[in-house]
């Protein structure tokens, strides 16, 4: 059975950081692309990051370019977001989800507030 | 970046009934290596999304086949021959065709 786990989140200041796991099991976690995807409250889904197989290419939008570092253990088939500078508009739950989107996490929620 | 247009943004039905929502995209989404990826997600109350359409009309397994794609290019169609109950939530099609990936704006299907 194909699971996908995030942890890491809660409310965190503006301006700080946080550091979100995926842990992936059920599949080949190395031969798959995996994204990050964040639905803020009540709004739709929105595009984090990407990357590949070996990790060695990662994307993003503008918005969080330069702000989050998306990352990845093939050994331990985990897959990071690095975010730094959090802002209140980063506020959303944030998912996980394999290449082809047949498989998404739970999802962890991020409140950036003071 | 590629804009999916979904319409209507909300739709009502009774069990029974049969329905359909459109996306439309900004561009066409045929793929050089001629595959065309839009696919359609099921956002549930409190859950994830989850695959029911891909490859514009693949149906995932376990997915029931009162769901059905159709379309081309820039226009496309998710139908539901029959809603349930349990179909109940938030519809959005998605492209993967050109970076990055998109979504669109989503459909809310209430149970009348």
């Known amino acids: 059975e194909v699971q996908l786990v995030e942890t890491g989140g809660g409310l965190v200041q503006p301006g700080r950081s946080l550091k979100l796991s995926c842990v992936a099991s059920?599949?080949?976690?190395?031969?798959?692309?995996m994204y990050w995807i964040r639905q803020a409250p009540g709004k739709g889904l929105e595009w984090v990051s990407s990357?590949?197989?070996?990790?060695?290419?990662?994307y993003y939008p503008d918005s969080v370019k330069g702000r989050f570092t998306i990352s990845r253990d093939n050994a331990e088939n985990t897959v990071y977001l690095q975010m730094n500078s959090l802002r209140s508009e980063d506020t959303a739950t944030y998912y996980c989800?394999?290449?082809?989107?047949?498989?998404w996490g739970q999802g962890v929620m991020v409140t950036v507030s003071s | 970046d590629v804009v999916l247009t979904q319409t209507p943004p909300t739709l009502s039905a009774t069990i029974g009934q049969s329905v359909s929502i459109s996306c439309r995209s900004s561009?066409?989404?045929?793929?050089?290596?001629?595959?065309?990826?839009l696919n359609w997600l099921l956002q549930r109350p409190g859950q994830p999304p989850q695959l029911l359409i891909y490859?514009?009309?693949r149906l995932e397994s376990g997915v029931p086949n009162r769901f059905s794609g159709s379309g081309s290019g820039t226009d496309f169609t998710l139908k539901i021959s029959g809603v349930e109950a349990e179909d109940l939530g938030v519809y959005y099609c998605?492209?993967?065709?050109?970076?990055?990936?998109?979504f669109g704006s989503g459909t809310k299907l209430e149970i009348k």
């Open positions: 989800a394999k290449t082809g989107l047949n498989y």
């Open positions: 059920g599949f080949t976690f190395s031969s798959y692309w």
């Open positions: 990357i590949n197989t070996d990790g060695g290419s990662t």
């Open positions: 561009q066409s989404l045929l793929h050089s290596n001629g595959n065309t990826y």
């Open positions: 490859l514009v009309s």
């Open positions: 998605v492209q993967s065709t050109h970076a990055p990936l998109t």
